[in-house]
C-alpha cells in the first residue's frame, strides 16, 4: 500500500509517502525514486478520472434504460 501526505507550502517540502508502513521523505530519494514517485502520482490521477468518467457513463446507461423502458411501458414494441 501506498499512500502520500499533503504538500507543505509553509516548509516549501514535498510529500512524504508511506510504502508498506515505512514512512519516506520525498526529498531524501534519489532522482529516480522521485521519477517514480512522480509516475505513481500520475498514474494514479489517472485512473482517478478515469473512474470519474465510467461513473458518468454508468449514469448516461441508466438514464437511457430507464427512458427506454418508459417508451416500453407507454407504447409498447412497434409491431410491424
Do not use: C, W
Amino acid at each position: 500500500t501506498i499512500n502520500y501526505t499533503e504538500f507543505n507550502k509553509r516548509e516549501a517540502r514535498m510529500v512524504k509517502i508511506t510504502i508498506d508502513g515505512t514512512e519516506y521523505d520525498t526529498d531524501d530519494l534519489s532522482d529516480n525514486a522521485k521519477a517514480q514517485v512522480a509516475s505513481l502520482q500520475f498514474n494514479e490521477a489517472h485512473m482517478s478520472r478515469l473512474r470519474n468518467e465510467l461513473a458518468i457513463a454508468d449514469t448516461a446507461r441508466l438514464a437511457y434504460s430507464s427512458a427506454l423502458k418508459k417508451e416500453l411501458d407507454e407504447n409498447g414494441p412497434v409491431k410491424k
